[in-house]
């Protein structure tokens, strides 16, 4: 997942915690999760961070077909960034990213205008963009808590 030459440190003694999410599919079945981990083989000059920017104050209303919900993450040190990880579940619709500089200009950085919960992967830039002291990443995501959702459809406990 990672460009040569970035990785991640895991400490000796750290827990690993893995967090399944099943989507009903509409017949039984069975789950074989497995982890892997891939080891640096060259030196690593530049180490990830992966913070999260959740905004665990998202209520969505039901029934409503359009919910707006705005999350926003401030850089405390000089950054780049690599890649995106949307993260919404079935009643997801749509996800922007923008980086806000400390200035106030905006730069569009990430679109997927139509979410799919079946696509909650990393989405990697074709360059890093660095994100000075003091920028904000906003991440707008739209959702769609109604009976027109397709992907709710059929679905129990979403």
């Known amino acids: 997942l990672f460009r040569s030459g970035f990785g991640k440190l895991i400490p000796k003694g750290t827990r690993i915690y893995v967090q399944m999410h099943y989507n009903v599919i ?4 069975t789950d074989q ?6 080891i ?6 530049t180490e990830v961070h992966q913070p999260m920017s959740p905004n665990q104050a998202i209520m969505i209303p039901p029934m409503v077909q359009s919910h707006e919900a705005v999350t926003a993450f401030v850089f405390p040190v000089d950054a780049k960034l690599h890649a995106f990880r949307p ?4 009643r997801g619709a749509n996800v922007t990213v923008t980086l806000v500089s400390p200035d106030g200009k905006r730069r569009p950085l990430f679109n997927l205008p139509k979410w799919d919960d079946s696509w909650q992967f990393f989405y ?3 360059e890093s963009i660095a994100a000075p002291k003091g920028s904000l990443l906003e991440v707008v995501a ?4 109604s009976p027109a959702n397709p992907l ?3 679905r129990a406990h979403v």
Do not use: Q, W, Y
């Open 26 to 29: 509409g017949k039984e079945t």
């Open 33 to 38: 999760t497995s982890v892997a981990f891939k």
């Open 40 to 45: 640096a083989r060259k030196p690593v000059h």
């Open 87 to 90: 993260h919404m579940h079935v």
């Open 124 to 126: 990697m830039l074709e």
């Open 142 to 145: 739209n959702f769609d808590n």
């Open 152 to 154: 709710k459809i059929g």
